[in-house]
């Protein structure tokens, strides 16, 4: 039996035989060259190094972060004082959480994650991730504030308390004034309906009316509402000149007494006018008084006086009163009676009054001056007093005597 050669391997430069057996060399030789032709015709070959091809020498790639977003949240301002957060890691990734609220520790947390029991501040939420590799976020923030505190109303303007206006006119805001406000106004307890500052309302009768004004923030507090009452009235107060002088005096003072005599809170105002025909004082004259009015160092002349009411709601009425002050231009006496002659021309006697030596129907003795009788419109320029009779003379130049008439002392 010859000899036989099996080639294992053929490796560039090295050629492993193992022999099975002894042969000539001849047979070595045709095997050899028949491997070598098979080994040119296939071409290189790889050397196999017994692993996958796969090498972690100078591989650079890095894996990025995971990236968490948060979906939603509050708003920035709310009066909530729930805030529910929902967030997600970014490309898919598996990740576990951790939430910080303000200043509190930050612990393990889920989506959604929520708040409770919030009192008024501000706020700031934070969310890291955890993805399976151990990599963390950047933190991703979410801030809001929340205020629960409702706003003040003010009125800043509206009728007066008492006015004779028809027409109610009110402008308010909202306090503090940088809340942006809606308002509701009710009027006279009617439903609240929405308005805005400058709101009207007009063709009042008379009466009590009261206004109401809401106001509710952005976001939804609503405070408590603010009152306005006022009184519309059209009607003049009635003014009464109580006590007022006679038509002439002859002193140098007066007290006059006025009020509104139909229950109205009046005020008062008074012009005096000297020798004015009655006509009604110019608005400069006007001056504040009250009841009694006293007025002295008055000169002979005539005077009016006019005195102006304005009760509470502003309605106004005037009355006045008219009087002459008369100074005496001569007096004479005798034993038993006196006449005095005043500036206006007419004549007055006192005392014993028999005979008719007062010029008047009186006998009897008369303590105060009365008015010498004669023909209407008589206007004095002398008088003289005798024992039982007196005698006067008229502007016109008339002499009349009165008294007792005996041995011809009358001219009769």
Known sequence: MGAEYRISAVLPGLLLVAMLGLG????????????????????PQEEDTGDDGDTDEGDTDEIDPPQVEIGSGPPSVTNSPVAEFEFECLDGRSCEFTCQLNEEEAEPCES????????????????????????????????????????????????????????????????????ECDFECSFDGGFAVDCSPGVSYDGLDDGEYVFEVFATDELGNTGSSEEWGWTVDTVDPILTIEDQPPEQIIEDNVVIEFGCDDGSECTFECALEVDDGGDSPQPGDW???????DIDELEPGSYTLWVRATDR???????????????????D??????????????????GEGDYGRLGNSYEASQTVPQKVLGE???????????RL???????????????????????I
């Open 287 to 293: 001056e504040e008084c009250n009841s009694p009015l």
């Open 389 to 411: 009779h007196t005698c006067g003379v008229t502007r016109d130049g008339s002499l009349w005597c009165w008294g007792q008439g005996s041995a011809g002392r009358l001219g």
């Open 376 to 386: 209407e419109g008589t206007v004095w320029e002398y008088v003289s007093a005798g």
């Open 24 to 43: 000539s060399g001849c047979a070595l030789m045709d095997a050899l060259q028949e491997v070598e032709a098979e080994s040119k015709d296939a071409g």
């Open 112 to 179: 959604p994650t929520e708040y409770d029991e919030l009192d008024d501040g501000l706020y700031l939420f934070e969310v890291v991730a955890v993805d399976d590799e151990g990599l963390e976020s950047e933190p991703e923030s979410w801030e809001w504030s929340v205020n629960s505190g409702a706003p003040d109303v003010e009125i800043v303007d509206g009728p007066d308390e008492f006015t004779n206006e028809t027409t109610a006119t009110f402008y308010f805001r909202c306090l503090p004034e940088e809340v």
């Open 333 to 350: 006496t005798h034993y038993h009676h006196s006449c005095g002659l005043r500036s206006d021309g007419v004549l007055w006697c006192w």
């Open 313 to 331: 709601a502003g309605n106004q009425v005037e009355e006045s009163v008219q009087w002459d002050v008369i100074a005496w231009a001569m007096v």
